[in-house]
């Protein structure tokens, strides 16, 4: 599970929350309750020389509840993974303002930390803001008592991007990942979180809570676009919750 130093939200996919029915599997299901009620929720009579549906049959009764069943327990089964902890907003500084969000996702036996950020214009400044992706990013993962899990053993593989540009508009909101998805974590089962120049392993035995916060610095563009407000400055990210997945006993 992951809570949130702010709001957490959850995002339901499919029937019940789950991912492994969808929409037409739920139209199936309820199709398949009314001819249990059409075909099975009555039975005939003789009335004089014509043939008049009254009563009801006993197994009607028998088949709503296997079905009800069925779908009860694909709903328990069905738990729901896509939990996303959303940290608090930083402090605005030159009309910009930012937060973490956090989510998991599967990979191999493990799970990655996936990590955003969301920036904010706040600006009364009707500009967009520009930025570059050459940013500097600086996180830490800590526990009640500012210690750190342990650092995951990893490998780097995969391209790496060039440089970008990217603008957010008047009043409007960015969000882009920003953890290291070149990087994997190997041995040990857990939650991995690699963002910045770090990776740490969360492993399924440690039940402790840890926090992520961050400092991410963005310089000047250069040449600034015209029409647009080149945005340079530091923010500082309050902590967002990330809590172990196993169960605990």
């Not at 694909?74 to 605005?92: E, H, K, Q, Y």
């Not at 904010?120 to 008592?145: A, I, W, Y």
């Amino acid at each position: 599970a992951l809570a949130g130093a702010g709001a957490l939200r959850r995002v339901r996919t499919g029937f019940c929350g789950s991912t492994a029915l969808g929409s037409r599997s739920m139209q199936v299901i309820m199709v398949l309750t009314l001819r249990s009620f059409v075909v099975w929720g009555v039975r005939p009579t003789t009335c004089g020389s014509a043939t008049c549906s009254t009563g009801r049959n006993p197994r009607m009764k028998t088949i709503v509840a296997l079905l009800l069943l069925v779908v009860a327990q694909f709903c328990l089964a069905s738990p729901d993974t896509n939990a996303i902890a959303t940290g608090g907003w930083s402090v605005s500084v030159n009309g910009l303002r930012g937060r973490l969000l956090v989510s998991t996702k599967a990979d191999g036996s493990s799970r990655r930390g996936v990590v955003h950020l969301e920036l904010q214009n706040v600006s009364e400044n009707r500009l967009p803001l520009e930025f570059t992706s050459d940013f500097s990013l600086k996180c830490e993962l800590l526990d009640g008592s500012g210690k750190p899990p342990p650092p995951a053993t990893s490998f780097r593989s995969g391209p790496v991007a060039p440089p970008y540009r990217f603008v957010i508009p008047f009043d409007s909101t960015l969000k882009f990942r920003i953890d290291d998805t070149s990087q994997w974590a190997v041995g040990d089962v857990g939650t991995y979180v690699s963002v910045g120049s770090n990776c740490w392993l969360i492993r399924d035995k440690d039940h402790t809570d840890y926090s992520l916060s961050g400092t991410i610095r963005f310089p000047q563009p250069h040449p600034p676009t015209a029409s647009l407000q080149a945005w340079k400055g530091v923010l500082k990210l309050p902590p967002v919750k990330i809590v172990a997945q196993s169960p605990k006993p």
